[in-house]
């Protein structure tokens, strides 16, 4: 054989432990606030929506958190994820760039956030808690929630963004197949979704939509929890399980990379990746590069405005220090429905304000060319969400080529796209178009805004 293409870990390799980067942040991050009195709100404010070991987790500034022994057998499904070299993109560019990949593709659903959904399953049935409620966009989130609470005997309401609902069947009947309940958002199932379709009867629905009607559903049902795939600090905690992995993959191989790149929703498979590298950053001085890659027509990290809004699009949450379009924002009908929300979690936020981290915005076109690309070379057919970030990988590979230098550039394969072939049918068929998003488009959402700003 050539050179080494894969490298693995065994099962006693899965982390112990979830890295918490509140810890080594410079500048912590700022409290949620009530959004009736503006004031500071406690652990206890989030208790009719979370179990109490998810919200303890969630202010905690402890820097390693145990992952209990039942999480990681259940883990062990499908961790640890492989590392690829991907040698045949490289040779496709004639980058003299080493180009990593960590494939989180092979789990149940498809995706990296079934490593998640385990644990906030496992908290809550750790509680006593009956039923979940969830909201889905591309259907990624509410296939693994729904994964994960049948293996924990919860049952699981799904609200799912109603364009991705008539899009993708095939999600909706995954969700079916593991034992969930599925329903269209906006719904007349709640007061938030009664609302909007009183405004607006056809209504596309967003993940801010959804997010209300699943919010207002546990919030009024004593046995019902609410949980959230993304954006939230323990989400992203319980994703650093990949970075933890990726860099005793590195070992193995020598290496160590110069920038690691990942594409960007709410911020939790790029906190996966990249915080386990950033602590060596924060804590040995190294200085890995660490990018977002996020759609041009919902940019929220490189054309929003770092200020208190809410998470969902009625305003029932706590307001959240975030990148954000607003939370009335409602993006152009990108296939990539994974990256369509409106703000940033508050972790990534407040990294990026204090440039420990960057981001970049891509095109659709670009993005889905880079996927094609990916899918003859290396053979896995990416995510929509994840050609985002591979267009970040070939701009930084070509750079590479042209200043003449060798990097090594890791990046998360956050999930495959066996689901999203009508957005690559689209692609193909010449449906798909550039859209740019205006200046004045993205004013219009922000002007409406009565949130607190957070001084420079
Ligand atoms: C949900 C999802 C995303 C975006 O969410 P993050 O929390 O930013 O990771 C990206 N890619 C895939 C495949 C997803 O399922």
Not at 13 to 18: D, G, N, T, V
Not at 189 to 195: D, M, Q, V
Not at 345 to 358: A, M, P
Not at 429 to 454: F, Q, V, W
Request: glycine fraction near 8%.
């Amino acid at each position: 054989m050539a050179q080494q293409r894969k490298i693995t870990l065994s099962e006693s390799e899965i982390p112990e432990k979830w890295y918490n980067i509140a810890a080594d942040m410079p500048n912590k991050p700022l409290p949620p606030l009530n959004p009736a009195t503006n004031e500071p709100i406690g652990p206890d404010a989030l208790a009719p929506l979370f179990p109490m070991g998810l919200i303890q987790q969630e202010v905690s500034t402890e820097r390693w958190i145990e992952i209990p022994d039942e999480v990681r057998d259940a883990y062990s499904i499908w961790r640890p994820t492989p590392m690829y070299r991907a040698l045949e993109l490289e040779k496709a560019l004639d980058t003299p760039a080493k180009i990593y990949y960590k494939y989180e593709g092979i789990s149940p659903a498809g995706s990296h956030k079934p490593n998640t959904a385990i644990p906030q399953a496992w908290y809550n049935k750790q509680e006593g808690v009956k039923r979940i409620t969830t909201e889905t966009g591309a259907g990624q989130w509410g296939s693994a929630l729904s994964f994960a609470t049948q293996k924990f005997g919860i049952d699981l309401e799904v609200y799912m963004v109603k364009i991705s609902y008539e899009q993708k069947p095939y999600r909706k009947l995954m969700m079916n197949t593991w034992g969930a309940e599925v329903i269209p958002s906006p719904s007349t199932k709640t007061e938030a979704g009664r609302k909007i379709l009183a405004g607006d009867p056809d209504s596309p629905g967003s993940l801010g939509i959804a997010i209300s009607e699943a919010v207002e559903r546990a919030a009024m049902n004593e046995d019902t929890k609410y949980a959230l795939g993304s954006v939230l600090n323990h989400v992203l905690l319980h994703q650093t399980i990949i970075g933890q992995e990726a860099i005793k993959q590195l070992e193995k191989a020598g290496d160590l990379p110069d920038i690691v790149i990942a594409p960007f929703g709410g911020g939790s498979n790029f906190a996966g990746i990249a915080f386990p590298f950033l602590r060596l950053n924060l804590t040995e001085g190294k200085k890995i590069r660490a990018i977002a890659s996020e759609p041009a027509s919902c940019p929220k990290l490189t054309r929003g405005v770092f200020r208190y809004d809410f998470g969902d699009t009625v305003g029932m949450t706590p307001l959240l220090p975030m990148f954000t379009l607003g939370h009335n924002f409602v993006p152009d009908k990108i296939h990539a429905g994974g990256l369509r929300y409106h703000g940033a979690g508050v972790l990534v936020s407040q990294l990026l304000k204090d440039k420990l981290i960057e981001a970049k915005a891509h095109h659709q076109l670009e993005c889905f060319e880079a996927g094609v690309l990916f899918a003859k070379t290396e053979g896995i057919i990416p995510a929509p969400e994840a050609t985002h970030g591979i267009a970040t990988v070939v701009a930084e590979a070509k750079r590479a080529k042209e200043e003449g230098v060798s990097k090594t550039i890791l990046f998360n394969l956050c999930g495959h796209g066996h689901f999203d072939m009508s957005a690559y049918d689209a692609y193909f068929s010449g449906k798909l178009e550039e859209h740019e998003l205006t200046e004045a488009e993205i004013n219009s959402s922000l002007s409406e805004l009565t949130t607190p700003e957070i001084p420079a």
